[in-house]
């Protein structure tokens, strides 16, 4: 009964590949976000969907794409992998409205 | 954009001793201030957070404080253990617009024997 749950927890891929990473939420959220945490532990936003629609794009390279197919899912697909994609993603809900964020496990990508 | 700046970015303290996190935000519209902790391997997860409309706000050994015409905001952890080992976000964000979270860097808490 995980609240924000992320698959894979793990993905090791090869450069140039395109990969994707699940998302979804059991809270009744209305709002999904996604967050990428680099190797200096620094957590920078990418996207944000409310709803399904998406209302928070940060500046992201377009082989990033979320898709969010209802509003407890959002997943995040990534074309043609490059190194310095490699991170932990982090997916996180919430209900808005000045409140805090829940946030799922996280998927370390590793690409080589 | 909202800027969160956060000091220091590592700590040490004795177990038993506190320790007291600062951030400053740029954003004066920012409204809502949530402190996350993550620990090795985990997720970050909410500790306790402060509204602009209230200047303190305490939750067991954890303190935190709102000078919005400073626009500062600290942590303070009493009595530390080595469970409060982890690296602590401090975080900005206005509730009404598009409810982004923006997260200072973080502080990396050791807890020494």
């Known amino acids: 009964d995980t609240a924000v749950s992320q698959t894979p927890k793990y993905l090791v891929t090869q450069m140039g590949n395109d990969k994707s990473i699940k998302c979804e939420q059991n809270l009744g959220h209305d709002t999904m976000y996604w967050y990428k945490q680099d190797s200096k532990k620094f957590l920078k936003i990418m996207f944000s969907?409310?709803?399904?629609?998406?209302?928070i794009n940060e500046t992201v390279p377009n082989r990033f794409s979320p898709k969010s197919p209802d509003k407890a899912h959002l997943n995040l697909h990534i074309n043609s992998l490059e190194l310095g994609d490699s991170a932990v993603y982090f997916c996180?809900?919430?209900?808005?409205?000045?409140?805090?964020?829940?946030f799922g496990s996280g998927t370390r990508l590793t690409v080589v | 954009g909202e800027n969160v700046e956060q000091h220091p970015s590592t700590l040490s303290v004795q177990e038993g001793d506190s320790a007291v996190i600062k951030c400053t935000y740029s954003?004066?519209?920012?409204?809502?201030f949530p402190w996350y902790k993550q620990e090795l391997g985990k997720r970050p997860q909410l500790i306790i957070d402060?509204?602009?409309?209230?200047g303190e706000k305490k939750d067991q050994r954890i303190a935190v404080t709102l000078n919005k015409t400073a626009k500062h905001f600290s942590l303070h952890i009493t009595e530390t253990q080595p469970e409060d080992s982890a690296v602590y976000f401090c975080?900005?964000?206005?509730?009404?617009?598009?409810?982004?979270?923006?997260f200072g860097k973080g502080t990396r808490l050791h807890i020494l024997p």
């Open positions: 954003d004066s519209a920012s409204n809502y």
């Open positions: 969907y409310n709803n399904k629609e998406l209302i």
């Open positions: 402060i509204r602009s409309n209230v």
């Open positions: 996180a809900s919430s209900q808005g409205r000045g409140r805090g964020y829940t």
């Open positions: 975080a900005a964000s206005i509730n009404g617009r598009d409810d982004k979270i923006i």
